[in-house]
């Protein structure tokens, strides 16, 4: 099946931008996973303001990955075939 894309974008430019956007979203989702494991200061035990919970912000930070290779694969399927 032909797309408008089709007709300006080469086989190889495609297959590089795709290339990138999986680096930049890689990098980005580790930045993103080194800020919720990085240590938080110990807050006072009388704070009004309630301590994080670290397991909700891990999964926060797990789930995107799954989505974002499911989209990831399923691009690469589409440009394949």
């Known amino acids: 099946m032909n797309s408008p894309i089709d007709s300006w974008l080469?086989?190889?430019a495609a297959t590089t931008m795709f290339w990138v956007a999986v680096a930049v979203c890689a990098v980005a989702q580790l930045y993103i996973m080194r800020a919720?494991?990085?240590?938080l200061p110990?807050?006072?035990t009388n704070s009004?303001?309630?301590?994080?919970?670290q397991w909700a912000?891990?999964?926060?930070?797990?789930?995107?990955?799954?989505?974002l290779v499911?989209?990831?694969?399923?691009a690469w399927r589409?440009?394949?075939?």
């Open 48 to 53: 009004a303001v309630p301590a994080p919970r």
């Open 57 to 67: 912000e891990v999964v926060q930070a797990i789930l995107p990955i799954g989505g």
């Open 42 to 44: 110990d807050a006072p």
């Open 36 to 39: 919720v494991f990085r240590t």
């Open 10 to 12: 080469s086989p190889a």
């Open 70 to 74: 499911a989209l990831f694969y399923g």
């Open 78 to 81: 589409a440009m394949a075939g």
